[in-house]
């Protein structure tokens, strides 16, 4: 590669390097049309082009440019100031991308509830984000040691704990609970419960609890608050949040683009050929 392949960029007074092949590959934008020096708010000074625009939204304009996909951190939240950039350079499917997604909560809010009644601890979590709580159903197992009737499927009279699903009421919550019950004078079943990766069955409830708020802050969320939702059932509820993970978004090529490419693949297996 060179230098007559390289183009920089001073945006705002910040510079940007990139190959004149990255602007070819969006040949309908209005950033590839600098080449031909018709664009007046795209001024060469000094062997560069700039730019009288904020440079803070041209790093993700330029890794789309290059790759097709932009990679947003998880605090990010000028999608008014992206998608107007994004309209500025002429590159359309990253503003309209953009624009669908303006109003989507970036915010994860999960609630946990727990109660203990006799000798059951009982757990319902809410989430906003139906994808998290999956996950983290994937992760908690119930296990059942000597099952009663309420269980016709397993074995009875087994001292073999069982698994026993987690149950989901709705896509947005999960229900699931731990502690012993006796079934005869001498004759108790009980319910574990594990929460991947920790490995141990625990049987009490504010151990249970306790390794779960564990699991929640480790993945990410924050503590915000606590409450009694019911002072007769002694129902405590735990509120969380997290911040969602950096979000990768791919965006398909123009077609225009994708011929583009085809040809220079050609372009180069055609002087192998010569070499």
Sequence with gaps: MSAQDLIT????????????STLRRHQDSRIARILDGKDTDFKVISGQVFVDRDWTFFKYILDYMRTG????????????????????????????????????????VLELRFSVQETHGFFR???????TLEALATRISVFVEHPNLNFPHLPQNSSTPHPVPVQRPSHHDMVFQCG??????????????????????????TNVLGLLVDTLLKDGFRLIGTRTVSHEEKIECYMFERSRNTQIVVLSETPRAEHLRRED?????GEGNKK
């Design 9 to 20: 960029f001073n945006i705002g007074g910040k510079k940007f390097t990139t190959t004149l």
């Design 69 to 108: 996909q932009i990679t947003l951190p998880a605090e990010f939240s000028d999608y008014n100031g992206l998608a107007q950039e994004a309209q500025f350079y002429g590159l359309y499917p990253l503003a309209l991308w953009v624009e669908r997604n303006i109003h989507r909560s970036r915010v994860e």
């Design 180 to 205: 012993t019950d006796q079934l005869a004078r001498d004759d108790f079943s009980a319910r574990f419960v594990t929460i991947e990766p920790d490995d141990r069955k625990l049987l009490n409830s």
């Design 265 to 269: 693949t050609q372009s180069q297996l």
């Design 125 to 131: 979590i809410f989430c906003s984000n139906n994808k």
